[in-house]
């Protein structure tokens, strides 16, 4: 198993924006598809949005579509999530991970928390 590495995030205020990274150092990442997921206090994990191999198609949860856009470089393993328009309810911490999660190659990492405060 690697492990992936989430990194990007931090306090801002409502409307703000963020870019949040993920990588790991193995290149087998390319071949999948790769979601962002969050978590916040008390809820469950959910994914929030995923991008293909090649990178030709992404899906967004309701709540974030038009706000977040999802890219990856397959030339450095990484994948991010830019988020604008930030609101309260974006708060938690957010994961990357295969989509489906492909666990028995990739530890969850460590997550990059998000916080939203005025």
């Known amino acids: 198993q690697v492990h992936l590495v989430e990194s990007g995030g931090g306090l801002v205020q409502p409307g703000g924006s963020l870019r949040l990274s993920c990588t790991t150092s193995?290149?087998?990442?390319?071949?999948?598809?790769v979601g962002w997921y969050r978590q916040a206090p008390g809820k469950q994990r959910d994914l929030v949005a995923d991008?293909?191999?090649?990178?030709?198609?992404?899906n967004y949860a309701d709540s974030v579509k038009g706000r977040f856009t999802i890219s990856r470089d397959n030339a450095k393993n990484t994948v991010y999530l830019q988020i604008n328009s930030l609101k309260l309810e974006d708060t938690a911490i957010y994961f990357c991970?295969?989509?489906?999660?492909?666990?028995?190659?990739?530890?969850w990492g460590q997550g990059t928390q998000v916080t939203v405060s005025s």
């Open positions: 991970h295969t989509n489906p999660p492909r666990t028995e190659l990739f530890h």
């Open positions: 193995l290149s087998l990442f390319r071949i999948y598809t």
């Open positions: 991008i293909t191999p090649g990178g030709g198609t992404t």
